[in-house]
Nanobody, 120 residues
Framework: QVQLVESGGGLVQPGGSLRLSCAAS????????MGWYRQAPGKQRELVAT???????NYADSVKGRFTISRDNAKNTVYLQMNSLKPEDTATYYC??????????????WGQGTQVTVSS
């Protein structure tokens, strides 16, 4: 079994910062792409940022220059540093990881979601 556990969400004022973390655990042989997605009420889930094992990153246009994704391969953890937050960043943020185990290869796993609310 593989689990992704997120932390770091909360309430922040516009212009503030938050750092999300997501740790993968279980019988993991390797992790390929890791990423963050978000879903606001009444909207579809959308990609925020991804990072592959070679540290190549990809960002949604709406967060470029404000968010930074990084990973610690030794800890099987991915981070999302969010700066200059805007009310439109309010959403539930989900961690995603594409993982190889002894049973499966390149399977996607999701975290339970963490709420980020940007409001004054």
């Amino acid at each position: 079994q593989v689990q992704l556990v997120e932390s770091g969400g909360g309430l922040v004022q516009p212009g503030g910062s938050l750092r999300l973390s997501c740790a993968a655990s279980g019988r993991i042989l390797g992790i390929n792409t890791m990423g963050w997605y978000r879903q606001a009420p009444g909207k579809q889930r959308e990609l925020v940022a991804t990072i592959i094992s070679g540290d190549s990153t990809n960002y949604a246009d709406s967060v470029k220059g404000r968010f930074t994704i990084s990973r610690d391969n030794a800890k099987n953890t991915v981070y999302l540093q969010m700066n200059s937050l805007k009310p439109e960043d309010t959403a539930t943020y989900y961690c995603n990881a594409n993982i190889n185990t002894i049973w499966t290869t390149r399977r996607d796993y999701w975290g339970q979601g963490t709420q980020v609310t940007v409001s004054s």
